[in-house]
């Protein structure tokens, strides 16, 4: 596993920041692409990993597909709610694109590839602002770390 919060570069065509190494981190998850493919494509399953450690999610609408609307509300350790919403930009078995519409806006790229172990989970993330990348770097990083973690549970406990 890896994190990277780099420098920040020019804006992509897109609008989101480039980094010159993207937030990104990665996990070796021991089941198929397909079984990790899986606790995406099924809300219920997404509903218990998504987020950090200690967060809950309430999806209003998950339309899980290229184009697709995502509407959410994180539930923090805290007490307070979060309310999220998102545009699925790509959905295939080999790579998830969510686009963050709520601030801060982000562009998410999920790689899922086939390893010796299992399957490779990359996490890339590129924010719209290089001052609010810079700004959340310290949250952010952690946070991605535990999806995956949570991700990785999950997996674990369907197969």
């Not at 697709?68 to 930009?89: C, L, Q, T």
């Not at 998410?108 to 290089?130: D, H, N, Y």
């Amino acid at each position: 596993m890896s994190s990277d919060a780099s420098s920040v570069g020019p804006p992509s065509p897109l609008g989101y920041a480039q980094h010159v190494e993207p937030f990104r981190t990665s996990r070796d998850i021991p089941a198929t692409p397909t079984q990790v493919f899986a606790a995406f494509t099924d809300p219920a399953r997404m509903a218990r990993w998504w987020g950090p450690d200690g967060f809950s999610n309430t999806f209003s609408l998950c339309d899980f597909r290229t184009g697709g609307a995502w509407r959410y509300v994180m539930h923090g350790p805290d007490g307070h709610d979060y309310p999220n919403e998102s545009v699925f930009a790509e959905v295939s078995p080999a790579r998830v694109v969510i686009d963050h519409q709520s601030k801060p806006h982000y562009r998410l790229t999920i790689t899922l590839t086939p390893s010796a172990s299992g399957t490779l989970v990359t996490w890339e993330q590129a924010f719209e602002k290089p001052d609010v990348a810079r700004g959340i770097a310290h949250i952010v990083v952690p946070a991605n770390e535990q999806n995956l973690e949570r991700l990785a549970a999950e997996v674990a406990a369907s197969c």
